[in-house]
């Protein structure tokens, strides 16, 4: 396997199936942009959604003083 086949693998891999749906969403816009504006609405409130139970999570381990912030939790900080 050479280098120029693992970089193709990894472009076949993004351009034929991750942006797939960003391609769909593309395609739908111009014959019916409610639907494609209803489909990037909802995954942005599926994101807000997310990005809150992320904040509140992070929130409640640190009223009950479960991270540990020392210096030494991480071994990236040791230098």
Sequence with gaps: MTWKGFFEGIESFFVDFAFAPYDALRKI?????????IV?????????????YWMMQLSKFQTNNE?????TSHTFFNT
């Design 29 to 37: 816009a111009p014959e019916n942009w409610l639907l494609s504006n």
């Design 40 to 52: 990037s609405w909802i995954l942005l409130l599926i994101g807000i959604v997310l990005f809150v």
């Design 67 to 71: 991270e540990d912030m020392s210096l």
